[in-house]
């Protein structure tokens, strides 16, 4: 019974604890040159697009880093981009190089490596990360 009361503490503790970082100070991720609050996508190819972070959970939160978990996914362009496939597979990311920005803190950085040995759909390779944009597109 106690180790029972002492788990539900221990966890009830690591929420709150989370939870009260992320309401002291909202820490924002660009996304194509906007600071967006915990985004559900993000892309290093503002243009179109092509290939990108998806279906976003964000998972912790530290002021110089935050994690979380997606699906990385890519259009194949094959024989275009209209006709083209799209895959995706799992993913762990992490969004990193925190910058002030009119009073909030913005990462700069996603690094996305694959959960398993699958490579990321149009990179060939298991990692992947990219500066994101900090201005928008014009």
Known sequence: MIIIVLAVIGVSFGTVTFFQNNGNEKIYVYNCGNAEFQ???????????GAGLVK???????SDELRGIGRWEANDCEPSCVAGKVTSVAVFFTATKPLQDNGKTVMSR????????????????????????????T
């Open 39 to 49: 985004p559900t996508s993000l892309t290093p190819y503002c243009a179109d697009a």
């Open 56 to 62: 976003i959970t964000w998972t912790d939160s530290k």
């Open 110 to 137: 996603v690094d996305v490596e694959t959960k398993g040995n699958e490579m990321l759909p149009g990179e060939k390779s298991k990692k992947f990360g990219w500066d994101l944009q900090t201005k928008p597109l």
